[in-house]
């Protein structure tokens, strides 16, 4: 009899140890999404409250319908740059309308396997994407640290004190979270005048209610919305599946980049029927989670349900928590993100000069654009184009004529594609080979159109000049292509 899947399939593995962890760690991000969701809702164009709302539904509901375990999907910058230019010309009826046509793109997407897309990122691609997100945390910050009064200062530093020492007297419970109970406690009882949550904007006092997106259900609509609507469903499912890998890598656990995608638009759909203005994973959030110890969607579900229960329930205690405790966690945050290794001399020395190039220039146009997945794209376009050079130079041609001086038979070993097969057809002796040519390709792999056009174009120079040319040691591959494409390429001319 099949068993019925679970919506947290990791329930049967929670002891009250890892429930408290769970639960204690969804604590923690759900006070640190707070002025994260208020600050891309003021990105976006709309009302604060719409960017909590969508933080809360897209935290429950990916944690219900499969998301990757332990990684957060709540509103995010790159999702509120996408959709902002819409809001502000035709307002928040449009926007909602985004977000739920782009979640059916993400459903579509993620159904046709596009998370398989993934396997083709590069290693120096992830890496400069981890560096530029923790630069990326890190500059977030900046702006809360200045023009601010004096006393900030030493209260940030005495945060990140509290969570390095912290973990060293107690593990019990999560140091970011004693830093902020500790930080907020200071600055309440001293009447400490310095910015806090409440002054990002007013937190809801209610729930969100289901309906419909207000905009005129035509072809016309459909049209206006479609192009945003992708580059919502493309930036979201980038940013989530290249999260959803780190946390793989940090856990050494494996997660089905399918289902996180389907879930990530079933998720935008139900936001945006609440009314929210979507969202993706959050890359901070999420390492925060998994730094404190998360591994399960328990802390996911939390996360949202705390965010809701925080600012309904307790708004003007949370309104009260300074920035600075806030800011003292996100900066850790980058810090331990960040992959020092891949920046010490040593590494560097022995690294391909190819490969830091690539990490440097994913790194660069991320923190340019402040856009997560136009950095993955161009890194990636970069080191395609790497190693197409440096593999265009591992096909070789040996020739070997016959002692009797009546046969030349040409060797070519490597890997015969666009690139490499380019000068080909010089590296033959067409006017001084006798009569009878052998082109060997034993040791050779052809792999597209433009190699067997190459060897036609070999074959065609010397029948030119009356010699025969005889093609030998395809493997089958390379013999199927051959045959089906060679002499079909040139059009008769």
């Known amino acids: 009899m099949a068993t019925r899947r679970l919506p947290f399939p990791d329930l049967r593995h929670l002891t009250p140890r890892v429930l408290r962890t769970e639960l204690l760690s969804g604590l923690v991000v759900a006070l640190a999404l707070i002025p ?245 994973a959050m890359i901070g959030q999420t390492m925060i989670n998994v730094k404190n110890g998360a591994r399960t969607r328990v802390s996911t579900f939390a996360a949202g349900v705390f965010l809701m229960v925080l600012c309904i329930v307790f708004g003007p205690w949370v309104s009260q928590i300074p920035m600075a405790a806030l800011v003292a966690v996100m900066v850790l945050v980058s810090v331990g993100t960040f992959d020092w290794h891949s920046i010490a001399p040593a590494t560097l020395k022995r690294m391909p000069w190819g490969e830091t190039i690539v990490m440097v220039i994913t790194v660069a146009v991320v923190v340019a654009t402040h856009n997560l997945a136009v950095g993955v794209i161009v890194g990636s376009l970069v080191a395609l184009v790497i190693f197409a050079r440096r593999v265009a130079h591992l096909a070789t041609v040996t020739a070997c004529l016959d002692p009797d001086g009546e046969q030349v038979v040409y060797a070519v070993t490597g890997e015969l594609f666009f690139a490499s097969s380019n000068d080909l057809v010089y590296r033959f002796d067409y006017a001084g080979d006798p009569d009878d040519v052998v082109i060997d390709l034993t040791g050779a792999h052809i792999w597209d159109a433009s190699s067997v056009a190459a060897l036609d174009a070999v074959e065609t120079k010397y029948a030119a000049r009356g010699k025969k040319v005889t093609v030998v040691g395809l493997n089958k591959p390379s013999a199927d292509l051959h045959s089906t494409l060679a002499g079909q390429l040139t059009g008769g001319h």
């Not at 930080?183 to 990002?200: E, Y």
């Open 36 to 280: 994260e969701a208020i600050s891309f809702s003021i990105i976006a164009g709309v009302d604060p409250s719409i960017g909590l709302f969508a933080s809360f539904t897209m935290a429950v509901v990916i944690s219900v319908v499969g998301g990757r375990s332990a990684m957060i999907s709540a509103a995010t910058g790159a999702i509120a740059l996408v959709v902002a230019p819409l809001a502000r010309e035709y307002g928040l009826g449009h926007l909602v309308a985004v977000v739920i046509l782009g979640g059916v793109f993400q459903v579509v997407l993620g159904a046709l396997g596009v998370a398989k897309l993934m396997r083709f990122v590069p290693r120096s691609v992830m890496v400069g994407f981890v560096n530029a997100l923790a630069i990326l945390i890190f500059m977030a910050q900046v702006p809360e640290l200045t023009g601010v009064p004096w006393v900030v200062y030493p209260l940030v530093i005495g945060g990140l004190a509290l969570m390095v020492f912290f973990p060293r007297v107690s593990t019990v419970v999560p140091a970011p979270l004693v830093s902020i109970a500790v930080l907020t406690a200071i600055t309440l009882g001293a009447g400490l005048a310095v910015p806090t949550v409440g002054d990002k904007g007013v937190l809801p006092s209610s729930l969100p209610v289901p309906g419909l997106p207000d905009v005129p259900f035509t072809l016309d609509t459909l049209t206006l919305l479609a192009p945003y609507a992708i580059a919502f469903a493309l930036v979201g499912l980038m940013e989530s599946l290249m999260t959803a890998k780190l946390v793989d890598d940090i856990t050494d656990t494996r997660s089905n980049k399918t289902r996180e995608s389907i879930g990530q638009g079933i998720a935008n759909i139900v936001t945006g029927c609440f009314g929210g203005m979507g969202g993706c």
